[in-house]
């Protein structure tokens, strides 16, 4: 049971993560300062979905560096997910990937991912080349814009895409995680707090999970 909610959780969390127009919620291009985070609130009204996306950057290790991410959705629910990130410096995007991950369903103990799973999942940040919300948009500088989690001077982007108006704002304030608000569509995004004390929310020994037990059960998330 718990490594099917392991495979449910990781594959509901990273569908939900790429939603269409959906920007790079943590940008990197270096290692960052362990301790900083950030916590979104995330809203799509047209699939009725909420939830709350922390990202924390932790420890390094070597020429990597650890990051947590949580999802918390509407019954209060949290996974977390710890990843170990390789690549950040770099400027080809595709050279930043996860190396390893830890995993933790609620209410349940961390269970380390193979290998395999583990390289496919998401990096929780992306090479600073990706940042860029140009192409075709619209740029106004200096706009002041009020959310849970401050007041910030930002860059403001708007675009059209897919019929629908994308709006981005970021402010240089935050430092590598500079988005404070976005909208397309139905989805919105807001910051709603960051910080500079993060530690880690995993609890307990992970446990390692049997990739041929995950291979059975559909594969790697």
């Keep these: ?10 594959r509901t969390a990273s569908a939900q993560l790429r939603g269409p127009g959906l920007p790079a919620l943590a940008v990197a291009s270096k290692k960052l300062v362990p ?3 950030v916590r979104y609130a995330i809203v799509n009204t047209g699939a009725s979905q ?4 922390y ?23 949290t996974l977390l997910m710890r990843t170990l990130v390789k690549g950040l410096g770099g400027k080809d995007p595709s050279k930043v990937k996860v190396v390893e991950a830890i995993v933790q369903p609620p209410g349940q103990r961390p269970l380390r991912l193979p290998s395999e799973a583990a390289n496919k999942q998401r990096p929780p ?3 600073a080349s990706n940042l860029s919300r140009g192409h075709g948009a619209k740029v106004t500088r ?12 930002t860059t403001h ?3 059209r895409v897919g019929g629908h108006e994308e709006q981005t704002w970021m402010s240089a304030a935050l430092g590598a995680w500079p988005l404070v608000k976005y909208q397309l569509g139905t989805l919105s995004i807001e910051l709603v707090a960051h910080g500079k004390s993060a530690s880690t929310r995993i ?3 992970p446990v390692k999970l049997d990739k041929r037990l995950l291979k059975q059960l559909g594969g790697a998330p």
């Design 142 to 153: 200096n706009v002041r814009v009020q959310v849970a989690g401050g007041a910030f001077t």
């Design 1 to 10: 049971m718990t490594t099917l909610l392991v495979v449910a959780s990781t």
């Design 125 to 127: 940040v992306q090479a």
């Design 35 to 37: 301790g900083l985070w």
């Design 203 to 205: 609890q307990g020994e």
């Design 55 to 77: 990202i924390a950057a932790l420890e390094r290790k070597g020429d990597a560096q650890w990051f947590e991410m949580s999802i918390t959705g509407g019954q209060r629910r």
């Design 50 to 53: 909420a939830m709350l996306v």
């Design 157 to 159: 982007f708007r675009r």
